[in-house]
């Protein structure tokens, strides 16, 4: 199993992104009730949470983020989306894609890069 994002770029302040997450090899069993959520990782600090969804309807956001930041999910194609409006330059830094399957296993996609900038 692998998460693989996609969407990142470069945005000028007050724009919009939307971030992909595919989890490659998941059975759609394993997808549905996993809890699939977004962190960031500013540069120079820590991995922050940004916003998770569950069983596909069951969402939770930073405060920073609440009213800018739309999370999704297709299941069937094991897919989770990051909406992202209103971008800020504190928006900056490398977006990473977390699993957290019924299991318990806890998986992490290889990032994908966000810069807000004029």
Known sequence: ??????????????????????ASGMITSTFNP???????QAPGKQREFVADITRGSITN???SVKGRFTISSDSARKRVYLQMNSL?????GVYYCKNVDPYGTIRWGQGTQVTVSS
Request: aromatic letters at 8%; glycine letters at 14%.
């Open 1 to 22: 199993v692998q998460l693989v994002e996609s969407g990142g770029g470069l945005v000028q302040p007050g724009g919009s992104l939307r971030l992909s997450c595919a």
């Open 34 to 40: 996993s809890t699939m959520a977004w962190y960031l």
């Open 61 to 63: 956001y930073a405060d």
């Open 88 to 92: 800020k330059p504190e928006d900056t």
